[in-house]
């Protein structure tokens, strides 16, 4: 079960919100965590175990590592962060990476001629990069005493299991939202507003990605030999629009529902677009994702405090890391290397990251192009695979379309897909998610209106006409 399906818009969310406004407001924690159960049941299935290991190990070490902290035993605080992040680190490898180190391993030894490893392919659990690293977030939070210690295990659970940012986040930490799970008010303005931020992020999703992920699917699915300058432009532009409308739709639709029920997620987008460096880029994409792993893995590596080499190191370190958390193939890992190598770059040329000045527009244009350029490798089947889209890009032969994209081009498609790309050129403080919601006055009133009538009646039909794919990220 998806946001973006019948089953979730016409039937979890209605049932679930009739429930919450009805029940006492001492059983709402009690609502909110049975109906996540079931949502990620429903997606999930049996991995709903894995899931359920990860709360009971953190609730424990958290517990162990609070009360080590109170009585200043240091050890065996050290010993309760290791048990938090050795068991999620080790479920991440092993359902993420086993299959593709047993792979890599059987093509060696078939290539040496030393046999190959017996191996069943285990399924991924939805949402496993992103639970586990907000369930390990609890435990260092404890260490550090920017938390207390939540006594009911229940509520524990729903800060892990919460359903709207559970598969593909934001990354909650549990200091921005401990209080809110202890107690919060409702009120039908958050209700009025969250409505407005999910179905933002439903059009968007629905709308705006699926049309852009037509001509990017058509393009990257096509044999090298049949790629031409044109397509592969076309295609690489089309991805880099699907991937962003995409994952920051279903963030702008998480902060929405979250919002629906008293909730306050953090930003996870703020127009990544419009950045004029790689360091801005990355202040501006995937935020709660860049936080955590610049708190909890960059500054305890040492950050910039060890001299530039050290620096250096501990950028490529981390971004070596981004690119694995996404994926086990080995483009991801050259993705990651390729914003941290360009990360090194910038601080070795000297460039300011976010002021502009008379460059700005240039700036943009560049950071952009390298963007790009990064997607390539990121949306591959293979390395191979994106060296030859790469060559296509710069062969500068051919500019008529392969008979398979021009095909995927509907008008429709065609005509979002062109709006879409002018989000490129908007001011690089307009983000419409928070300001469709938080602006007052009768124009605002009147594009909120404009939206939820014919973005949501149009995202509704193509919904019900079976017309909109996954989330991308559901892959991660």
Not at 100 to 128: K, S
Not at 453 to 458: C, E, K
Request: hydrophobic share 50%; charged share 15%; with cysteine.
């Amino acid at each position: 079960m998806v946001f973006s399906s019948i089953e979730f818009l016409f039937l979890f969310l209605p049932i679930l919100l009739g429930l919450y406004r009805l029940v006492p407001r001492r059983f709402e924690n009690s609502v909110l965590l049975l109906a996540s159960v079931l949502f990620y049941t429903w997606s999930g299935g049996a991995f709903i175990a894995i899931l359920a290991v990860s709360i009971v190990v953190d609730y424990f070490a958290g517990w162990l590592v609070a009360r080590a902290r109170d009585q200043g035993r240091r050890r065996t605080m050290r010993l309760g962060i290791g048990l938090s992040v050795g068991v999620n680190l080790g479920l991440l490898a092993y359902f993420k990476y086993a299959n593709f180190v047993v792979r890599e391993l059987n093509d060696l030894g078939a290539a040496l001629d030393l046999g190959t490893i017996a191996w069943t392919t285990i399924g991924l659990p939805i949402g496993i990069s992103f639970f586990t690293f907000q369930s390990m977030s609890y435990t260092i939070d404890l260490a550090r005493g920017r938390a207390e210690h939540l006594r009911n295990p229940l509520d524990f659970a729903l800060y892990v299991a919460l359903f709207p940012q559970l598969i593909c986040g934001p990354i909650v930490r549990y200091h921005e939202i401990s209080a809110q799970i202890r107690e919060r008010h409702t009120r039908l303005d958050d209700m009025a507003d969250g409505v407005v931020r999910f179905v933002h992020g439903l059009v968007k999703k629905v709308v705006v990605a699926d049309a852009a992920g037509a001509l990017a699917d058509a393009t990257f699915a096509l044999p090298g030999d049949q790629l031409n300058t044109a397509t592969a432009w076309l295609g690489v532009g089309a991805y880099t629009l699907q991937i962003y409308f995409d994952f920051s739709g279903y963030s702008d639709m998480a902060i929405g529902l979250g919002r629906m029920f008293g909730f306050t997620f953090p930003e996870n987008f703020r127009r990544p677009y419009s950045a004029i460096s790689i360091t801005d880029f990355w202040r501006r994409w995937h935020i709660t994702l860049s936080s955590w792993l610049r708190d909890y893995l960059y500054i305890p590596l040492g950050g910039s405090r060890g001299g530039l080499g050290a620096t250096y190191r501990n950028l490529v370190i981390v971004f070596l890391l981004t690119g694995i958390w996404h994926g086990a193939n080995w483009t991801f890992l050259l993705w990651g290397v390729f914003h941290g190598v360009l990360l090194v770059v910038e601080r070795i040329t000297g460039q300011r990251p976010t002021d502009g000045s008379s460059l700005e527009g240039l700036r943009r244009l560049m950071v952009l192009l390298l963007v790009m350029l990064g997607w390539v490798v990121f949306r591959a089947d293979s390395v191979t695979h994106a060296a030859e889209i790469y060559a296509a890009m710069f062969s500068f032969s051919g500019f008529a379309l392969a008979p398979e994209v021009a095909m995927a081009m509907t008008h429709r498609v065609a005509l979002v897909t062109a709006l879409a790309a002018l989000v490129v050129f908007l001011p690089r403080d307009f983000v419409a998610g928070p300001q469709l919601v938080e602006s007052h006055g009768s124009f605002a009133t009147l594009g909120r209106l404009v939206w939820l009538g014919g973005g949501a009646v149009v995202a509704t039909t193509l919904i019900a006409s079976g017309n909109f794919s996954p989330f991308l990220y559901f892959q991660f």
